[in-house]
């Protein structure tokens, strides 16, 4: 399964609502429609980082920063391609009508 990088906007919510609100990493993830692993991974990059209080402090608040230093941390490579369901979902459509047709 595939790590998706997440949107710097999430990120932020991500830290605000652990340091600010003081949430568990269900709850987060429950808000921002996201998994708790995810939270997790991204907490734990971000401490890493020196990246544990809310409000971000004024020299870490560039988006250069974020970027230069989680974007290592942000996608795996899939192990096997997404399907084409656009494609397969018109082929069964197809041929559930000739089978209603040729009855």
Known sequence: ???????????????????????????????????????????KKANELGLNQWPIPEDKQQNTFFNTKLKRFSTRKKRHPTPDWLNITNAQYTMNRLQINSK
């Open 1 to 43: 399964m595939t790590t998706r990088p997440i949107s710097m906007s999430k990120l932020h919510s991500i830290l605000r609502l652990k340091y600010s609100a003081q949430l568990s990493h269900r709850e987060i993830a429950r808000s921002l429609n996201i998994s708790p692993g995810t939270v997790a991974n991204y907490l």
